[in-house]
């Protein structure tokens, strides 16, 4: 009965979604008072709805209803209670559904924090959402309908796959999605404004807060992704460029791109076409990635079940939202003004660089990500592009990025003065050159690009804080500009971390009995025993690794290796002691011969945390910049710089 | 009109048509680098029997094909029940390459599922593995009277790979 009950509320979820795209549209072009005024009840009671179906399908997982065919695929009754509940969106179904929950949720927010916005702009917004609510919705009910009955039942679940039981794995793709679904807002103001005409300051200034809101969530699913990578997979790495971390990496590049955009759209009236365009791509990249993704047209480890069928629909669905909204883009933007002037040394011109340079470097992973596909449709073989083409060619294109962030900030609008820059860029940038030289001294090799980068992070911070105490003495900052500043440190934490880790950190992998001791990184790593130890659906092989420096004792570290009892799979759980200055990281391999004697994997890792911590300072950074009092003002309608469409 | 406002979607076109002939393309749909090559020597203890050995000159002048296989991997039983009905129906042998397991875990699994082969070498640290080039269990490879690997599946092999790609080539080679 329960399963009927979601699938029914999904079904009432697609008309009334049906209703929330077509009738406020309507309406906003006949100017129909009623028309739209639905939009902002439509939308609340498709999130209801989609809610319903959602709280529906995790009922069945947490009751053990295997006569639904994806319950009995992703759970099991010796599955903990919360890994049933993350297993709702642990399959294509589900997390399919989790998006939907997400594109509604989006879309009662913006209903309800839309009060001092004009009703038919909110009416547009509200539409766009819709429509695009109407694609997935059907793409959910006709191709991966999650409340799919199994007659009969089974007696017991497949379970879900180990790799996905995991703390880290509960919060990461909900996180991912919100950051995902949540350029959707974006978009459909960009949509909103290109059908009204009005591409004004005042569209920019609604659409802010919400592409930065997003773009938040983005930043912390991709941490937590990666994290999760660094602890569970056992090789001890953060990032891999595989296909499926790019597809969530590319609206990342692209909604950075926007959000410095939408800032001079906002304050200078320029770059107004642009801001379209990148709100339209950062969108349409979050569906590129769902169809990669979902359609199993590139290899991955993620290696997600395909089903060509499902990988038609997504594309079908791509290419009518996007073809849409770029044939609207060609035939209005012509029309649209070009917006302030600025001169060559000036706060425009240096957002502009940082817009191109980030498209470049969305366009150089978009390449590498797509290239096997390219060249295997061209019929030119198969090949696959690995970390060395990203590293090669992402590397340079954020060496110039980070350094004109610094600068970009300092910059006034319309006009800057080179001289005036220099001179407040002085000290920082001596700084800048005794850390290039320095740090890496300390950490006891100089390599160029651990020197390139601890200049680069010293060079942001020191500018920063310059900036703050320059502009602490003229009055309070305002939230926008604490935001923007703890975001850019996040960048300078994050680089310095990166380039650590990957000049200092040491491996090694060996063969070790009980009693052996191996040395890395000055730790000293004594596998003491390896234990069997049952789990609640899985059984364990548990070392103790005593772990000292210089003769002390520290502690003991605790690596398992998994053995789950559904699927037979080998998980490692790598033992980590975490520290503010590195970590230590060991890992149990497999167990080689019959002395007892197991091939143990161990790192150490300088800084590692600080890629993560990094991150956490660029969404907290968003967040204090999400909520600048001047976002919750009313916007006088046609005030600030006013240039719609010559109509 | 201005042409230049077209140029985003006539990209965005060519791309869709790019992922629209992905779509009919399989990835993991790898050619060898060893096809046609001598297949790599290798003498492994086999699983049933720890004392005795195996290794591919024993079955020179035999068409046979060799499945890579472990208990942990989840494709293998997938797989599994059309190799234990098709080596009920010909006589085709199968060697089985038990790939980086427990010999405990690999016999109980022979011994609830079925076992297709005419015996498994057991490459316990995945070496020979490494030499054949698997990545993703499981994997098959027709290895004809001389030696040499003439074909290599990987993934599960279905009932419609088995029928249109296998058994041809290996009536072709037994000739």
């Known amino acids: ?647 | 009109m201005k042409q230049r406002f077209l140029i985003p979607l006539a990209v965005f076109f060519v791309l869709v048509i790019f992922l629209a002939i992905g779509l009919t393309l399989n990835p993991r749909d790898l050619p060898s680098p060893l096809k046609d090559k001598p297949a790599p020597a290798f003498t492994l203890p086999q699983l049933a029997a720890a004392d005795k050995t195996f290794s591919p000159t024993d079955l020179k002048g035999k068409v046979w094909l060799l499945n890579v296989w472990a208990s942990w991997c989840v494709s293998c039983r997938q797989e599994h029940p059309l190799l234990v009905s098709f080596s009920k129906q010909n006589d085709l042998p199968i060697i089985g390459l038990n790939y980086k397991d427990q010999g405990a875990d690999a016999k109980n699994w022979l011994a609830r599922f079925g076992d297709p082969y005419l015996l498994s070498a057991v490459d316990a640290d995945g070496r020979v593995g490494i030499n054949y080039g698997v990545y993703g269990v499981p994997e098959t490879y027709v290895i004809d009277k001389a030696g040499t690997i003439r074909m290599k599946h990987t993934g599960p092999i279905t009932p419609e790979s088995l029928k249109t790609q296998i058994l041809p080539l290996v009536a072709e080679l037994s000739k």
């Not at chain 1, 290796?561 to 799979?569: E, G």
């Open chain 1, 1 to 647: 009965m329960i399963p009927e009950l979601g699938h029914f509320a999904l079904i009432l979820a697609f008309v009334v979604s049906i209703a929330q795209g077509v009738l406020p549209l309507v309406g906003a072009r006949q100017g129909q008072a009623q028309w739209i005024a639905l939009a902002r009840p439509a939308a609340q009671t498709q999130f209801l709805l989609v809610a319903v179906a959602f709280g529906c399908l995790a009922q069945s997982f947490l009751g053990n209803d295997f006569s639904v065919s994806y319950v009995a695929q992703h759970s099991n009754t010796q599955l903990p209670s919360l890994y049933r509940f993350s297993a709702v969106w642990g399959g294509h179904e589900g997390s399919l559904l989790l998006w939907v929950l997400m594109l509604a949720g989006w879309g009662a927010a913006v209903s309800l924090a839309s009060r001092r916005l004009p009703e038919v702009m909110v009416a547009r917004v509200l539409a766009v959402l819709g429509l695009v609510g109407i694609g997935l919705l059907a793409f959910v009910l006709f191709t991966s309908n999650p409340f799919d009955r199994l007659l009969p039942a089974a007696a017991e679940g497949r379970d879900l796959n180990p790799l996905l039981q995991d703390p880290g794995l509960v919060f990461h793709p909900p996180m991912l999605y919100m950051g995902y679904v949540g350029f959707s807002v974006a978009f459909a103001f960009a949509i909103a404004a290109l059908i009204s005409g009005r591409l004004d300051a005042a569209w920019a200034r609604w659409s802010r807060p919400w592409t930065t809101a997003a773009w938040v969530f983005l930043t912390l699913g991709i941490a937590l992704g990666s994290w999760w990578a660094y602890y569970e997979l056992g090789w001890g790495g953060w990032w891999f460029w595989d296909p499926v971390e790019n597809a969530s990496f590319l609206p990342w590049l692209v909604g950075t791109a926007l959000i410095h955009s939408l800032a001079v759209t906002e304050k200078r009236g320029a770059f107004k076409n642009w801001t379209v365009l990148l709100a339209i791509a950062a969108f349409s990249l979050s569906l590129l990635g769902t169809f990669l993704v979902r359609s199993g047209v590139l290899t991955s480890v993620h290696a997600f079940a395909s089903d060509p069928r499902r990988g038609v629909f997504i594309l079908v669905l791509l290419a009518v939202v996007v073809g849409t909204s770029l044939t609207l883009f060609a035939w209005r933007a012509p029309k649209v003004g070009a917006g302030g002037n600025f001169g060559l040394v000036s706060r425009e011109t240096l957002l502009l660089m940082n817009n191109v340079l980030l498209v470049v470097a969305t366009g150089s992973v978009l390449l590498g990500t797509i290239y096997p596909l390219l060249i295997d449709a061209l019929g030119m073989g198969k090949l696959s592009v690995g970390p060395p083409y990203f590293n090669a060619v992402f590397v340079p294109v954020m060496v110039p990025l980070l350094l004109l962030m610094a600068i970009g900030p300092m910059a006034r609008w319309k006009h800057a003065d080179p001289k005036a820059i220099a001179r407040r860029l002085r000290v920082s940038l001596a700084l800048a050159v005794i850390a290039g030289i320095g740090l890496p001294l300390l950490m006891g090799a100089w390599t160029p690009l651990t020197a390139i980068s601890s200049l680069l992070a010293v060079w942001i911070v020191a500018s920063g804080v310059f900036q703050i105490i320059e502009r602490m003495k003229t009055g309070k900052p305002s939230a926008a500009f604490w935001g923007m500043h703890i975001a850019h440190f996040g960048i300078a934490v994050f680089v310095f971390g990166v380039a650590m880790v990957g000049g200092y950190q040491e491996e090694k992998d060996v063969r070790m009995e009980p009693g052996d001791t191996v040395q890395v990184g000055g730790y000293g790593f004594r596998l003491l025993t390896v234990k069997d130890a049952p789990g609640p659906n899985y059984r364990a092989a548990v070392g103790s690794v005593e772990l000292s420096k210089n003769g002390r004792v520290l502690k003991t570290m605790y690596p398992e290796k998994r053995s789950y009892f559904s699927s037979q799979m080998p998980m490692t759980e790598a033992a980590i002691d975490a520290g503010f200055t590195r970590d230590v990281y060991v890992s149990l391999g497999e167990p080689l011969g019959n002395k007892g004697a197991w091939s143990v994997r161990v790192y150490y890792k300088p800084f590692v945390d600080w890629i993560w911590g990094g991150c956490l300072l660029m969404a907290l950074g968003g967040l204090i910049a999400m909520l600048d009092r001047r976002y919750r003002l009313r916007v006088k309608v046609g005030a600030g710089v006013t240039a719609g469409v010559a109509a």
